[in-house]
């Protein structure tokens, strides 16, 4: 049995699983990622098609950046609730117990023990 004491993960440890997936992760990502993608192939089709409207590149320029920008703000603004909510939270704090045995993965804390 593998046994771990005190563990106390950081809100950054406690965000959602990115690495590891492969190109499920991708395949999961994808309805989100059609909307990103789309509007570079719109920007895209304008510079190629319409290169002497120097008007329309540029408001499909700051249209790119304006989305690119806005996702940032977003992303900073998710981990920030993400980091509060861990804080606010009565169990944030405590340390856990880790046990791997023959029964599985248990977790507990001072007040509880995962079933087996």
């Known amino acids: 049995m593998i046994e771990i004491e005190g563990v106390r993960p950081t809100p950054?440890?406690?965000?959602?699983?990115?690495?590891?997936?492969?190109?499920?992760?991708?395949?999961?990502?994808?309805p989100m990622l059609l909307p990103i993608l789309g509007l570079i192939a719109m920007d895209l089709s304008v510079f190629?098609?319409?290169p002497e409207d120097g008007?329309?590149?540029?408001?499909?320029?700051?249209?790119?950046?304006?989305v690119a920008?806005?996702?940032?703000?977003?992303?900073?603004?998710?981990?920030?609730v993400?980091?509060?909510a861990h804080?606010?939270?009565?169990?944030?704090?405590?340390?856990?117990?880790?046990?791997?045995g023959d029964v599985g993965v248990r977790f507990s804390a001072d007040r509880f023990?995962?079933?087996?």
């Open 12 to 30: 950054k440890e406690l965000r959602p699983l990115t690495r590891g997936w492969g190109a499920v992760h991708w395949v999961a990502c994808l």
């Open 48 to 50: 190629h098609l319409r």
């Open 55 to 66: 008007a329309l590149q540029a408001i499909a320029t700051a249209v790119l950046i304006g």
């Open 69 to 80: 920008l806005l996702w940032g703000i977003t992303q900073a603004w998710t981990q920030r």
């Open 82 to 84: 993400m980091i509060a």
């Open 87 to 100: 804080r606010s939270a009565p169990g944030a704090a405590l340390p856990s117990h880790w046990a791997i």
């Open 113 to 116: 023990w995962s079933s087996e």
